[in-house]
């Protein structure tokens, strides 16, 4: 078995598992096929598969999500926070200084690129 702990039938330490399993931020409600092969690496117990699979169809450990409204005139302001990178853009009679901006409450992955005269100004 390697790595992987033998989980003993005790109490509800199966169950457990399993909802932490379902409900972790990193899984994402995963299917019943990519939950069983992300806990398989790491637990086993006789009957798992067969136990992912009449959790992940029962509906019953599933809080419906509520309806939130937002006020229409509800915003908030981009602020940049750090330069991650610069280039020139060349064009055929001007060349445009640009910088890549990470924004506030944003991932790296979201930083845009923006011109550098246009950040200064702000």
């Not at 136990?51 to 302001?77: C, F, G, K």
């Not at 640009?98 to 690129?113: R, Y």
Request: with cysteine.
């Amino acid at each position: 078995m390697g790595q992987r702990l033998c989980v003993p039938d005790v109490g509800d330490l199966r169950r457990e598992i399993l909802e932490e399993a379902h409900m972790a931020a990193y899984a994402m409600h995963p299917g019943t096929t990519k939950m069983y092969n992300t806990l398989k690496l790491h637990f086993w117990w006789p009957g798992m598969k067969r136990q992912v699979a009449e959790y992940h169809s029962d509906p019953t450990h599933v809080i419906p999500a509520q309806e939130i409204e937002l006020a229409s005139n509800l915003s908030y302001v981009e602020e940049p926070i750090q330069i991650v990178g610069s280039r020139v853009k060349q064009l055929r009679s001007r060349v445009i200084p640009l910088v890549k901006v990470l924004w506030k409450n944003h991932s790296t992955k979201e930083a845009t690129w923006e011109t550098e005269e246009h950040m200064r100004r702000q």
